[in-house]
């Protein structure tokens, strides 16, 4: 069964828009054919209304965020880009076969941007820690558009850390052992 949770961030609740949201993902069933859990988050910016879905299923999971001039636009945009992603998804999975799903770990994401306030963070996100390597992390930078991402590294099973550097190289950091 599909459990689907709408929460509204610095707007008023609304069960037309949380109904609507509800019913756009809930027709990505015949796309996914698996059971998921979706949160969809519904928040207002100053004049953007923006649409955030975190979809998790048996072996993937997709972050999708739009943003609009009002948020019924935003929900279907937001919807649509799921589906791509699930399409495509659907198709890596034909073309390896039967019985190979992989699984694409959940971690953590911080975008943060600089400017002469200082440094402010625009999005960050929960994670449940998978191992995978640090390779695997690095490509994570771009899969999901963070600046950083925290991890547990697969070969020392510690929290570890990847991140854009100015000059657009990856670093990494891990704690030390004694």
């Known amino acids: ?31 996914i054919e698996k059971p998921f859990e979706a949160n969809v988050t519904l928040s207002v910016e100053k004049y953007r209304h923006i649409a955030e879905v975190f979809m998790t299923a048996p072996g993937i999971t997709i972050k999708a965020i739009e943003s609009t001039e009002d948020l019924y636009s935003a929900i279907d945009l937001v919807c649509d880009k799921v589906e791509r992603q699930l399409k495509k998804y659907r198709e890596k999975q034909k073309d390896k076969g039967p019985g190979t799903a992989a699984q694409i770990p959940f971690v953590s994401g911080i975008t943060v941007s600089s400017g002469d306030e ?6 960050s996100d929960n994670f449940l820690p998978k ?16 600046d950083v ?3 547990v590294n697969q070969e020392t099973n510690l929290p570890s850390v990847v991140f ?12 030390t052992v004694k």
């Open 1 to 31: 069964m599909n459990q689907i949770q709408v929460t509204f961030r610095h707007v008023d609740p609304s069960q037309a828009l949380k109904d609507y949201a509800v019913e756009k993902l809930g027709r990505l069933q015949k796309v």
């Open 118 to 123: 200082g440094i402010h963070i625009v999005r």
């Open 131 to 146: 191992p995978m390597t640090v390779e695997e992390a690095a490509k994570h930078l771009d899969l999901l558009r963070v």
């Open 149 to 151: 991402l925290m991890f």
């Open 164 to 175: 854009r550097q100015s000059g657009g190289s990856v670093g990494f950091t891990e704690p």
